[in-house]
């Protein structure tokens, strides 16, 4: 996989959009950009995922950098809800199984 | 979106006694199934792979003998905890895999272990 490096924490105002940036220098033509989420005492949740483009979803938006060194999710209102950590994964290939690195700890506060 | 399920939610044995744990892709079949555990405080760590109907593969460190994994169809996989101890004492995940163009994991509630 390529390394990802991601802040440890964040902190976001309820109502605001939550930006959380990852780092994946190393990443190949090839590999994709999967975020996952996971709430407290919950399996990881699907996000979003991205090879070149800008995407978007109903739960977010991915930005990726033109070189593809770097991406940003973006909550666009986050809620309280959205209180977890967030992983961001660049596996090798289509193939091979997601490794979660320590992600980041988005709180949402009121 | 697809669905994988886990029972049980959460399970508590005593030191020395085994624990199964079931693994269901509810709305999907899935050839692979991988399973995770999770420490309080720490990230998903991938214990193993399984592909139905073959042996599965363990990540280094984690003990085959002790983690027996069986994926006898296209919707269920099941890990066994053998003569659980107290360091067993973890948040366990399965995942399976479904290919939409792009193979794409999906994730299971996770059951909590407590060995006493």
């Known amino acids: 996989d390529a390394k990802t490096t991601q802040p440890p924490s964040m902190d976001c105002a309820e109502g605001r959009a939550a930006n959380l940036p990852c780092n994946h220098s190393?990443?190949?033509?090839?590999?994709?950009v999967y975020w996952y989420r996971q709430i407290h005492s919950q399996g990881p949740q699907y996000i979003i995922h991205g090879l070149k483009n800008n995407e978007t979803n109903e739960m977010a938006s991915l930005i990726i950098t033109e070189d593809r060194k770097s991406s940003t999710l973006i909550l666009p209102h986050a809620t309280l809800r959205d209180t977890a950590v967030y992983y961001c994964?660049?596996?090798?290939?289509?193939?091979?199984?997601?490794?979660f690195g320590k992600g980041t700890r988005l709180s949402v506060i009121a | 979106g697809a669905v994988v399920s886990q029972h049980p939610s959460r399970v508590i044995c005593k030191s020395g006694t085994s624990v199964k744990i079931e693994c269901r892709s509810l709305?999907?079949?899935?050839?692979?199934m991988f399973w995770y555990r999770q420490f309080p405080k720490q990230s998903l760590m991938l214990m193993a792979t399984s592909n139905e109907g073959s042996k599965a593969t363990y990540e280094q460190g984690v003990e085959k003998d002790k983690f027996l994994i069986n994926h006898a169809s296209l919707t269920l996989s099941t890990l066994t905890v053998t003569s659980a101890h107290p360091e067993d004492s973890s948040f366990y995940i399965c995942s399976a895999r479904e290919f939409r163009g792009l193979y794409e994991q999906y994730f299971g509630p996770g059951t909590r272990l407590t060995v006493t």
């Open positions: 994964i660049a596996p090798l290939s289509g193939n091979t199984p997601l490794v």
């Open positions: 190393t990443i190949s033509g090839n590999e994709y």
């Open positions: 709305d999907f079949q899935a050839t692979t």
